[in-house]
């Protein structure tokens, strides 16, 4: 309001203050409709989910008036979690994304009072979606309203139940609560019922006042609920609303104004009390409410009355209701009535029609509200309170009516409703449990309800399976009943309030919920228990004469049914006894019926408790522990807890059970599968409670079943599979190793017990004498092993019949069974009970024969060193050395264990491990399962007794130890350490003996409960189908190490932690050590073995290999400190093994050590250091020298450097260095050659080391690379074998880059050093001699002759022993050269090489390899004649390098080749680009000239390269041989290159002054040679003065035109190119200049005399030239050049005149008599300007 008139409206404002206050004083307890709005849940879940918006505006137009329907989101983030079921409805839609949101309601429309009903409202929503005119008619009200809605946190504090209780005590009552709703699903929710609940619910919906005479318009109802008819027996039990109290007697509807026909929208909650009588019931009372205060005038006005009784026929009533409403008070009596009864003088609203509807719904734990299950307990209830009639609905039951009614009602328990049977399931099945264990008295007759019982648990517990699949563990047990089985049954007579736990405490026990039972029954009942039949056996008829006549009957009609069927002669004798003496009928024991039960039973409902055989038989354990327990006999023996027709039963059950898995695992595969599992479940369970020997032949008369069945089945892996299943889960029993007696040693009993009587079927598997039990049956699968480790045997027996090669189609089990025996492994390592060693050491022995199976996989096993670089497996037995020693043991195994059956004694104990392998293809088992044989083949090497281990080994046969060795070795390679890179890539294999906490705290959670876990445990996504197309596969059962086990997918990876890396890795790197160090005492036991055999040799070469591939692989420094120090021992022990038999070993052993040498580790340098010098002492002390070792460790460390990628030369320095030092301070030894000796081997190891590190670094420069490994060879001069490898790497390298001229050198080279060697070998005559021989192919080779001092003799062992050094050798290489040269063009080459082979192949008759030979001569020699004139070889350039940055380099010249037509800036622009790359462009320079270069002048910090074409040069005499153009291109020294100069500095000047400086240089080697780039090792010098410059040009110029003119076939235009640069008007010039300058006068200096008579001649030949030219031109030209040739020939005509006189011109002082002068003429006595300088 405007200020201004706020004092003139303060009165009205108090007025309407105190009416309001009025009104509330009065009607306060009422209410009305006000208004309504309605909000679009969808949309907020919707837009609450999407993370992109944060907040939604909706609006609605509505027309003049904008009342927008918004919500808006705060998006404060609460803790989300997924809702499991977020509606119940069809469109469910998804919370998991759900943030909190603030929602602002402000549009609200007003209610109008005859709209009311849902129908209306649901018109309103639909205009609400579509904006229409219609809600423009609705009255809008402003108002707003806040809600906020977040999801529910996980566990809410502060909770209410729907009943108002506290779910936990709050610890501070002021905070607001929060409070659970329940839920009233659409679909059914199967749970049972667990926590009391009894609530009402009641809906008024509308009321038909409109035929109602009199006033009656604001209509209220008032809900009561009554205990009986007074007023004052209102219960308080109706919820309170917020605010109020929480419970009240009455609840009021809400007022429609002036409305008689209201629609009601309340919802009233009840407390129902747990007992309900007759008289409880719901009265509705209607009032009209007068809002004006008139006088005489009620406030309300009672209008009508109506009301539900609460039971009719003791069930609840609900459901809808349509009442009619009485207008006056109901009459006495009136709660057992029905409204709807005609009561006499009653006046009702509009005719006693149906006026009031309303709808009561019921939450109830105590009452069904099913019919079947009422009377089912309801029968059940009058038999406990032995209450007759009972009254059912309409039916009276009388007593002698009870036994069918009670039948009938368990029969019909299958058609209640499933969601009810599964509230009451816990309350349904104690009761069926009950009629079992007691039978009820009716009539006086026991009535026996077993079968009915067992029928009706059958069904449902099929129901159950059927209908709820998504309720299934992974093995297919519905949840329901497992936790029925695990937290809820008990027997009936042990609750824990009974009055004793001991056999007396048999009565006064009390049940469950609502139908209590009394134990005291009328004294007479007990007399008619002596004429009663036998519970079960119908065949004891009649009323026997005393007790013991009825024992012996049934004691005679036991024995007589022992062979048929034995239907149920099963009463137990002693309550006879009992109950003939006259007391309470002995209550059967719950597992014995089961038992029965199950046995007799047949049809259908065998099928179903075949279907849901884990229920019965795990109820039946259970029933048995509790029987154990609560009568004292935990303690007894176990052959006396159960009686022996129980016994019997569960034997009968079990075969039966097992047949049906034999006879229909094909059909029926998924329900068989089931069903082996439970059974292996159940017979785990019995290890614990029965007696052992007992449940053996259970297992036993399983397995023979199985076995019979496998003989007839051309596939038999899926019943393999299926017995792999049911062993594996009988070995998890918690006491398995106890079980298969650990601690008693393979000697016959002297009586046979009964456990081991059981566990083989005939006794004469046992020999008596004693010294028949060799130490060989505890590595065998013998009889006495079999039968004294029963399940281990059994476990061995499967993995031995699977793994072998001959098994047909069990392939896809071998992952399954290898699984199975590591696993056991896995749990006994875990295991805190075996922690001892000694007790260990007992369990390994019960593995004892894995050693054995194993040895016989060797060749299936997958090869992990083929991932090495190294050689692959070295498998000692060639494969038809198997056959040698036969007499397999597993043949036999197999047989046995088809036949389920013992083996008679073995005869040849030792030769267990070799079948005859030849002939047969193997098929490999995948690496994952080969890993975990191995892990547990070591498992059993680490924890086994080691005398037992060596008394065995002792008994081996070398090729078998050979084969363990073998073993061994592919276990170095499997467990090899692999880095941290490769468990970011792979999918990790991790080891047993991981510190994995987590799995050690599962393994105590989970490993003591005992088998029963795994079932929970187990997941069915591990079906893998087998190869031979089973449904079964190898399913993993992994129960003791989940995590730790092989199966992680490869997914897990991909969010893999670093930590959890780094944590793989550390558990790998520990394997890797364990491993190893398993693998090296298993190596020293077998070394102590066989050192004093006399077969040792063989074997310790095989230890030695293992050693050594150890040693090779990546290994952590403990093991290798152990490694070393058993190296040594081994070495010192037997030193000849190294050095005479195992001669590659020792080359082996010292790669190995030099490879450790250069470790970063210290402790491992030192340990190599140490080995690598007592090797050294050792060879020596042996022959006094160590040439041996002194080559093996050159080799190996010049393959080491090549090979190894991360290389330290450093730390390789330092260990040589010690070694030095070694050697140094060694005083036994000082007076001898040794130290010397060392100091050598390590300053060549020092000098191959730079250079092959130079190498590394010079990769890239391919000139670089090939003169260090030149040098390298070089250094190995005096071990030929290393000098081949070198050269034939040369070769190689040259090969890559097309130098084949270069390859075929070094080939050439190679083939010299090897005849080098032979010729010292063998004197052949057809053998080349040396080197000398292959001088004609090229000079250079001479350099190959070993000659020197140091040469190894190559008779000592070791030396020349590759493979080159033999005749075939020698062929090969070349065979190679040829081919090399002949890709290289230089066919004259190919003959030369050809020439030293034809005798060798002459000398062995070899016409074939002739033949070929003759054929590429013929290919070579055409090839020379068709390439005439075409040929090209190299182009040479003088390099010179000079600069500090070249290091090496420095002020080097070089003559570099070429490939053909290579022109100077081709080789130029490389060369700079390579080193500008290296040392950077800018410092790089090209020097462009060719003259000498002064160093002074040069720029210190720059790199300079003088680059200058060459030519080779010949010697005049030189020339007679060098004819072809492949003799001037081959075996080349010489080189020249030719700078002009004049005296003053200029390099060109006038005719007369132009001097020529020719250079001439002599290489270190011929080209071609084994490099590219050959040393400059001479330069010579000559200067030419002008007229000798003058005399080589027209010299040049006449051959060019003799050249032109002879050419065949004839080329005119080359003819007329040469004829015009001579005779031509242009260059006439040219000569005749020459001639002018030199030849018009007579020179003053008597030296020139002879120079000027030359220049003369020349000229003179010149004209003749030119004239032949012109010539022959003549002949050559057509019409069209007639013109041209005479113009040439003016010229020449001009050109000839001019010269004339200066030709004619003698010079007399050369012409005097010739005095007698002898003097060796060549072009080095020429008297001309000649320097010399070197």
Not at 962 to 979: A, Q
Not at 1129 to 1145: D, G, H, I, M, R
Not at 1634 to 1663: G, M, W, Y
Request: overall charge neutral; proline content about 5%; glycine content about 4%.
């Amino acid at each position: 309001m405007p200020p201004s008139s706020v004092l003139q409206n303060k009165e009205k404002l108090e007025k309407l203050k105190s009416q309001a206050d009025q009104f509330c004083q009065r009607l306060g307890k009422y209410r009305m409709p006000f208004a309504w709005t309605a909000i679009h849940l969808m949309n907020i879940v919707s837009s609450a989910g999407s993370l992109e918006r944060d907040s939604t505006e909706v609006e609605i137009s509505t027309g003049e008036r904008k009342g927008s329907w918004s919500e808006r989101r705060n998006s404060s983030i609460v803790g989300r979690r997924s809702l499991e079921r977020t509606t119940s409805g069809d469109d469910a839609c998804n919370l998991t994304s759900f943030r909190p949101a603030t929602l602002t309601v402000t549009n609200f429309f007003k209610q109008e009072g005859d709209r009311l009903s849902d129908e209306d409202l649901y018109k309103f929503l639909a205009d609400m979606r579509r904006p229409s005119s219609v809600l423009r008619r609705l009255r809008p009200i402003t108002a707003q309203l806040k809600i906020d809605i977040s999801p529910a946190p996980e566990n809410p504090h502060y909770c209410l139940t729907p009943e108002l209780l506290q779910v936990k005590l709050y610890p501070d009552s002021r905070v607001r609560p929060t409070r659970e709703i329940l839920e009233f699903p659409a679909r059914d929710v199967y749970v049972p019922n667990t926590t009391y609940r009894n609530l009402l619910y009641i809906y008024p919906q509308s009321l038909n006042f409109a035929n109602r005479q009199g006033s009656a318009r604001n209509i209220t109802v008032k809900v009561q609920f009554m205990y009986g008819e007074d007023p004052s027996n209102a219960m308080p039990v109706i919820f309170g609303k917020s605010s109020c109290s929480e419970f009240s007697k009455e609840a009021y509807t809400a007022v429609v104004y002036h409305n008689r026909s209201p629609d009601f929208h309340e919802e009233i909650k009840v407390k129902l009390p747990a007992t309900l009588t007759d008289h409880h019931h719901l009265l509705f009372t209607f009032y009209h409410v007068s809002c004006q205060q008139k006088q005489n005038t009620p406030l309300e006005t009672p209008v009508g009355y109506t009301w539900i009784p609460m039971l009719q026929n003791g069930r609840l009533k609900t459901g809808q209701f349509c009442l009619p409403v009485s207008l006056e008070k109901p009459p006495q009596a009136y709660s057992v009535l029905s409204p709807e009864v005609p009561l006499p003088g009653m006046k009702w609203v509009d005719n006693h029609k149906g006026v009031f509807n309303v709808e009561v719904v019921a939450a109830s734990s105590v009452h069904t509200q099913d019919p079947y299950l009422d009377k089912f307990f309801a029968l059940v209830n009058a038999l406990d309170e032995h209450m007759f009639p009972v009254r059912i609905g309409d039916m009276r039951i009388m007593e002698n009516n009870l036994e069918n009614e009670l039948k009938n009602s368990i029969s019909a328990l299958n058609t209640s409703q499933l969601e009810p049977v599964v509230r009451f399931l816990h309350l349904l099945l104690d009761k069926l449990i009950l009629l079992v264990v007691r039978p009820p008295v009716i009539a006086g007759q026991i009535v026996n309800l077993g079968q009915a019982s067992f029928e009706a648990m059958a069904s449902i517990i099929n129901r159950l399976h059927k209908n709820l699949e998504g309720n299934h563990d992974q093995h297919g047990r519905n949840s329901l009943l497992a936790s029925y089985i695990y937290y809820v049954f008990r027997l009936p007579n042990t609750y824990p309030n009974s009055s004793s736990p001991g056999p007396g405490g048999l009565g006064g026990s009390v049940h469950y919920a609502t139908m209590a039972r009394s134990a005291v029954r009328p004294a007479s009942l007990n007399l008619n228990r002596s004429r009663s039949l036998s519970n079960s056996n119908p065949d004891i008829s009649g009323t026997p004469t005393s007790p013991d006549d009825e024992v012996r009957s049934i004691i005679g009609s036991k024995a007589m049914d022992r062979s048929c069927n034995r239907m149920s002669s099963h009463t137990e004798t002693s309550s006879f006894l009992q109950t003939l003496t006259g007391r309470l009928p002995t209550k059967k024991l719950f597992h014995e019926e089961l038992a029965l039960q199950w046995v007799v039973c047949s049809g259908s409902v065998r099928e179903s408790a075949l279907q849901q055989a884990w229920f019965f038989f795990e109820l039946m354990v259970k029933s048995m522990v509790h029987h154990l327990y609560f009568n004292d006999k935990l303690d007894a023996p176990r052959k006396s807890r159960f009686p022996e027709r129980f016994m019997d039963d569960i034997a009968a059950l079990v075969s039966t059970i097992a047949s049906d898995i034999v006879s229909r695992f094909q059909k029926d595969t998924e329900m068989v599968e089931r069903l082996n599992t439970s059974l292996a479940f159940f017979l785990n369970d019995l290890l614990s409670v029965m007696d052992r020997g007992f449940v053996f032949s259970l297992i036993k008369s399983c397995y023979k079943q199985v076995s019979s069945k496998l003989y007839s089945l051309p596939n038999p892996s899926v019943l393999v599979s299926l017995r792999l299943d049911f062993l594996r889960i009988i070995c998890s029993h918690e006491h398995y190793v106890t079980l298969n007696l650990p601690c008693s040693l393979l000697t016959p009993p002297a009586s046979p017990s009964p456990s081991v009587s059981s566990a083989t079927s005939q006794s004469s598997g046992f020999s008596t004498n004693v010294q028949d039990q060799k130490i060989a049956n505890m590595f065998e699968l013998s009889v006495p092993f079999r039968q004294q480790h029963y399940l281990a045997g059994l476990v061995l027996t499967e993995l031995a019949v699977i793994l072998d090669p001959d098994a047909e189609g069990l392939f896809g089990l071998h992952k399954k069974v290898i699984n199975m025996v590591h696993n056991l492994l896995s749990s006994h390592d875990s295991d805190p009970r075996y922690s001892d060693p000694q007790i260990k050491a007992r369990v390994a022995m019960l593995y004892l024969p894995l050693i054995g199976i194993i040895m016989e996989t060797v060749p299936q096993l997958y090869d992990f060193t083929e991932t090495h670089n190294q050689r692959g497996r070295p498998i000692c037995i060639a494969p038809d050395d198997y056959e040698s020693e036969s007499g397999s043991m597993i043949s036999q195994t197999v047989a046995m264990a088809i036949a389920g059956t013992s083996v008679p004694q073995l005869t040849r104990p030792g030769s267990f491990l070799l079948t005859s392998t030849s002939g047969r293809q193997h098929t490999t088992f995948s690496a994952e399962s080969s890993r975990s044989l191995l892990i547990c083949l070591l498992w059993v090497l680490k924890n086994a007794d080691e005398t037992v281990l060596q008394k065995w080994f002792t008994d081996l046969s070398v090729l078998q130890l050979n084969r363990l060795l073998d073993l061994l070795y592919l276990c170095v390679s499997c467990f090899e350490y692999k880095g941290k890179k490769v468990f970011e890539r792979m999918n990790s294999l991790t080891f047993k003996k991981s510190k994995d906490m987590r799995a050690k705290l599962e393994e105590a959670i989970l490993g003591s409960i005992g088998a029963r876990q795994e079932m929970v445990r187990r997941s069915r996504g591990q079906l893998e189908r087998s190869p031979s197309g089973s449904a079964f596969g190898s399913q993993e059962n992994l129960r003791w190490r989940k995590d730790m086990t092989h199966w992680r997918q490869n997914t897990e990876k991909l969010d893999k932690s670093r930590a959890e890396i780094e944590h793989e890795a550390l558990i790998d790197g520990n394997l890797a050590t364990e491993a190893n160090l398993i693998i090296l005492d298993t190596l020293e036991i077998v070394v102590q073995t066989v050192s004093v055999t006399e077969s040792k040799e063989s074997i310790l070469g095989g230890v030695l290999k293992v050693l050594l591939h150890s040693m090779a692989c990546n290994q952590s420094a403990v093991y290798l400190q152990h490694c070393f120090a058993t190296q040594r021992a081994l070495v010192s022990k037997f030193p000849e093994l190294l050095f005479e038999e195992e001669t590659e070993q020792c080359a082996d052993l010292c790669l190995r050590l030099l490879r450790h040498c250069s470790s970063s580790i210290s402790t491992i340098r030192s340990h190599a250091s140490a080995s690598l010098y007592l090797l050294m002492r050792q060879n020596f002390e042996i022959g006094n020298n160590f040439a041996r070792v002194k080559m093996q460790v050159t080799m190996s460390l010049s393959s080491l450097v090549g090979t190894s990628q991360n290389f330290n030369e450093e730390f390789l320095r330092r260990s040589l260095k010690t070694i030095l030092t070694y050697a140094e301070e060694d005083l036994e030894l000082r007076e001898t050659t040794f130290p010397d000796q060392v100091q050598d081997l390590v300053f060549n190891l020092h000098m191959i080391l730079s250079d092959t590190v130079k190498m590394k670094e010079h990769q890239e420069d391919p000139e670089m690379l090939i003169d260090l490994m030149y040098r390298i060879a070089k250094g190995y001069q005096t071990s030929p074998d290393l000098r081949l490898t070198w050269l034939q790497n040369m070769a190689g390298k040259h090969s890559e880059r097309s130098n084949h001229a270069e390859a075929a050198q070094c080939l050439v080279h190679s083939a010299a050093l090897v005849a080098e060697y032979l010729s010292m070998l063998e004197d052949r005559k057809y053998l080349p001699v040396g080197c000398v021989t292959f001088q004609n192919i090229s000079s250079n080779v001479l350099e190959e002759s070993a000659v020197s001092d140091d040469v190894v003799s190559p008779d000592e062992e070791g030396i020349c022993s590759g493979k080159y050094f033999t005749e075939s050798g020698l062929v090969g290489l070349l065979e190679q050269a040829a081919a090399s040269f002949s890709m290289a063009g230089m066919y004259e080459a190919v003959n030369e090489v050809y020439k030293v082979l034809i005798p060798v192949h002459e000398a062995n008759r070899d016409a074939k390899k002739l033949s070929t030979i003759h054929g590429k001569l013929q290919e070579a020699f055409s090839k020379i004649v068709h390439q005439d004139g075409k040929r090209m070889f190299g182009t040479y350039f003088r390099v010179g390098f000079y600069g500090t940055k070249f290091g090496d380099l420095d002020e080097q010249e070089f003559v570099y080749k070429e490939p053909a037509i290579t022109k100077l800036a081709e080789i130029s622009h490389r060369l700079e680009g390579f080193y500008g790359e290296r040392f950077g462009e800018d410092v790089v320079e090209v020097i462009k000239d060719s003259n000498p270069v002064d160093k002074c002048k040069l720029d210190p910090n720059k790199a300079y390269i003088q680059i200058t074409y060459v030519e080779p040069y010949f010697d005049t005499y030189e020339m007679k041989d060098r004819i072809t153009y492949f003799d001037k291109n081959y075996n080349l020294r010489r080189f020249m290159y030719c700078t002009p100069f004049t005296l003053d500095g200029r390099a060109h000047g006038e005719l007369h002054e132009q001097f020529k400086r020719k250079t001439i240089l002599t290489t270190s080697h011929a080209f071609p040679y084994i490099k590219t780039r050959v040393n400059v090792t001479h330069k010579e010098e000559i200067i030419l003065t002008p007229i000798e410059v003058a005399i080589e040009d027209m010299q040049k110029k006449t051959q060019e035109l003799a050249f032109a003119t002879h050419q065949d076939p004839a080329d005119p235009k080359m003819l007329q190119m040469v004829l015009q640069g001579s005779v031509g008007t242009t260059v006439n010039q040219g000569p005749l200049e020459v001639a002018q300058v030199f030849l018009s006068e007579i020179p003053s200096d008597p030296k020139l005399f002879r120079h000027h008579n030359k220049l003369r001649l020349c000229f003179k030949d010149f004209t003749k030239r030119c004239e032949d030219a012109l010539r022959k031109n003549k002949s050559l030209i057509g019409p069209d050049q007639k013109e041209y040739q005479r113009e040439l020939e003016r010229n020449y005509h001009r050109l000839k005149e001019a010269l004339q006189p200066l030709i004619n011109r003698k010079i007399p002082q050369l012409y005097k008599a010739l005095l007698p002068v002898t003097c060796h003429r060549d072009s080095f006595s020429r008297m001309s300007l000649r320097k010399m300088d070197l």
